[in-house]
């Protein structure tokens, strides 16, 4: 059974720097994609960055390409978003996804399997 844990969230000033890491444990990732998602209050849940988990290739959302980078540890099956020059509209429930397939992950439809999310706050 594929878990996904994440940790790592919490309160930070604006144009602080936050460190989301995401654990999966129960499959071989190596043909998956992985991604973070987030949801603010009152709002969809969005897409923000993924990783093709065994060539490394990235994608990400617009509103966060420069600021946020997504990385992967092949060797400790964790997923990790670097977060920098963070803004009040960052704050959101962020969730670890991954799917079953090589192809970059960005639309919640194609996720197979989700984290329980882990809240990160940006304080003006």
């Known amino acids: 059974q594929v878990q996904l844990v994440e940790s790592g969230g919490g309160l930070v000033q604006a144009g602080g720097s936050l460190r989301v890491s995401c654990v999966a444990s129960g499959g071989t990732f190596s043909s998956y994609a992985m991604a973070w998602f987030r949801q603010a209050p009152g709002k969809e849940r969005e897409f923000v960055a993924t990783?093709?988990?065994?060539?490394?290739?990235?994608y990400y959302a617009d509103s966060v390409k420069g600021r946020f980078t997504i990385s992967r540890d092949n060797a400790k099956n964790t997923v990790d978003l670097q977060m920098n020059s963070l803004e009040p509209e960052d704050t959101a429930v962020y969730y670890c996804a991954g799917g079953r397939s090589t192809v970059l992950l960005t639309t919640i439809r194609r996720a197979d399997y989700w984290g329980q999310g882990t809240q990160v706050t940006v304080s003006s």
């Open positions: 990783i093709n988990w065994s060539v490394g290739n990235t």
